[in-house]
């Protein structure tokens, strides 16, 4: 079955340093890939997706992520970060077929950004 | 403006009581789902329903039901089978149930057991 893993529970950066959240995935095809944010007490929002193509996917809030195959990793970067961004952040993966299945998402990753 | 409602944002229940989550869409989706969310834990499915009159368990659906009466509707009902319901419980839904789809998410309900 197809699983995720975000190995970094929580991460601190400064304000307007660069972000790199890590995400492996574990499938056997392409899968189908997301990140999505959370703030405190909220629901989720959409970052951005890969399904297939280039390899390097932009989103909203100046996030992007690159999928690659070799590493199964979809790892999430942000070049300089704001204090705005200070959220939790999964990554999930969908089923490459029309079965009904709902996403597989990561445990979360924690992010504190400092003055 | 299209979206998700859940309500209450914030319940209490006594032990041994059922209660019952509220979650409507106004997008139209074929697809809804429930997701429970344990600090740590991310989130873990509890039920979906690709259409109107039908649903799937998820991977923790003991002690809990839900109907599908409605397209717009998908309530869930923690009964008081449900060994620790205190958490946060999130509603989505999607435009159809294929795992390539983006699933829209409500803004939760906290559900705490006294």
């Known amino acids: 079955a197809q699983s995720v893993t975000q190995p970094d529970i929580h991460i601190t950066v400064s304000e307007g340093a660069s972000l790199e959240l890590r995400c492996n995935y574990s499938?056997?095809?392409?899968?189908?890939l997301f990140w999505y944010v959370q703030s405190p007490g909220q629901g989720l929002q959409l970052l951005l997706k890969?399904?297939?193509?280039?390899?390097l996917v932009q989103g909203i809030k100046g996030f992007e992520a690159e999928f690659k195959r070799s590493q199964s990793s979809f790892n999430l970067r942000k070049p300089s970060v704001h204090w705005s961004d200070a959220a939790e952040y999964f990554c999930?993966?969908?089923?490459?077929?029309?079965?009904?299945?709902?996403?597989?998402f990561g445990k979360g990753t924690s992010l504190l950004v400092t003055p | 403006d299209g979206g998700i409602t859940q309500s209450p944002k914030y319940l209490f229940r006594k032990e041994g009581q059922n209660v019952t989550l509220s979650c409507e869409q106004n997008?139209?989706?074929?697809?809804m789902y429930w997701y429970r969310q344990d600090p740590g834990q991310g989130l873990r499915l509890i039920y979906y329903?690709?259409?109107?009159?039908?649903?799937q368990k998820g991977d923790i659906a003991e002690g809990y039901s839900v109907s599908r009466e409605k397209k717009e509707s998908f309530p869930l009902t923690v009964t008081s089978a449900q060994k620790n319901p205190t958490a946060f419980y999130l509603c989505?839904?999607?435009?159809?149930?294929?795992?390539?789809?983006?699933?829209?998410f409500g803004p939760g309900t906290r559900l705490t057991v006294l």
């Open positions: 989505a839904s999607s435009i159809s149930s294929g795992g390539y789809n983006e699933q829209f």
């Open positions: 499938y056997g095809a392409t899968p189908y």
């Open positions: 890969y399904f297939s193509g280039d390899t």
């Open positions: 999930a993966v969908g089923k490459a077929s029309n079965s009904g299945y709902a996403l597989n």
């Open positions: 997008l139209n989706h074929d697809a």
């Open positions: 329903s690709q259409i109107v009159n039908d649903f």
